[in-house]
């Protein structure tokens, strides 16, 4: 049986997810500026003291999409690049996982895909230099998984042979673009997401093995 601070916990917890995707769907939405408290205590049906009883800004909210984001993306990917498959299989399922991710958890994602410093440096000048540093940094982690990858295949000449980060910025440019373009749509089928989604990693596998090849190794 679970303890009172067990349960205080997840509650506090779910609260945040809550606000955390409400300000997401706003964010995404309206942009940065536009968004206010207000507006994300109506999208939940709450009162803004609610919001206020676990974040104590509009922007520290926004810095905790980013965290969220990037969170959930690591702990998908990285145990897939830690795996014993072959180069391209592995790098082949992360795209995938990193693809079904952007697609299934849009807001949150789209908003971390989106220039992060132009939202709060054209209002607030450098006054969140710290926190940006510190999303900057999640971002750069996750993309030296990729990078991790990518120079193997290219030292077991799997992968085309220049630089891992140089090949790492358009194989993720292949994968995020989906964010500008892709309006999810509520009667759309699964499997009419699978073959975008398998039509977009093809691409991307392509652009980055050696000869051009089509990437379909592993492909479940």
């Keep these: 049986m679970k303890n009172k601070t067990e349960e205080t916990s997840e509650t506090a917890f779910a609260a945040k997810e809550e606000i955390i995707q409400a300000a997401a769907e706003l964010f995404m939405d309206l ?98 230099v710290h926190e940006i540093r510190e999303i900057n940094k999640l971002r750069d982690e996750y993309e030296e998984i990729f990078a991790e990858v990518i120079d193997q295949g290219t030292r077991e000449g799997v992968f085309v042979d220049l630089p891992p980060r140089l090949l790492t910025k358009p194989f993720f440019g292949a994968l995020n673009w989906v964010m500008v373009w892709y309006r999810p749509r509520k009667l759309q089928d699964p499997e009419s997401i699978k073959v975008m989604s398998d039509a977009l990693v093809d691409f991307a596998m392509r652009g980055i093995r050696k000869g051009g090849q089509d990437g379909n190794d592993g492909k479940g």
């Design 31 to 128: 942009g940065f500026t536009a968004t206010s408290i207000d507006a994300i205590a109506a999208k939940m049906g709450a009162t803004k003291g609610r919001v206020y009883h676990y974040f104590g800004s509009k922007a520290e909210i926004f810095f905790d999409v980013q965290r969220t984001a990037m969170n959930r993306l690591t702990q998908l990917v990285e145990p897939i690049a830690r795996s014993t498959d072959p180069v391209d299989v592995r790098l082949r399922r992360m795209a995938e996982a990193h693809l079904s991710l952007l697609i299934h958890d849009m807001p949150v994602q789209k908003v971390t895909v989106q220039a992060l410093e132009r939202y709060l440096f054209e209002s607030s000048g450098f006054r969140y």
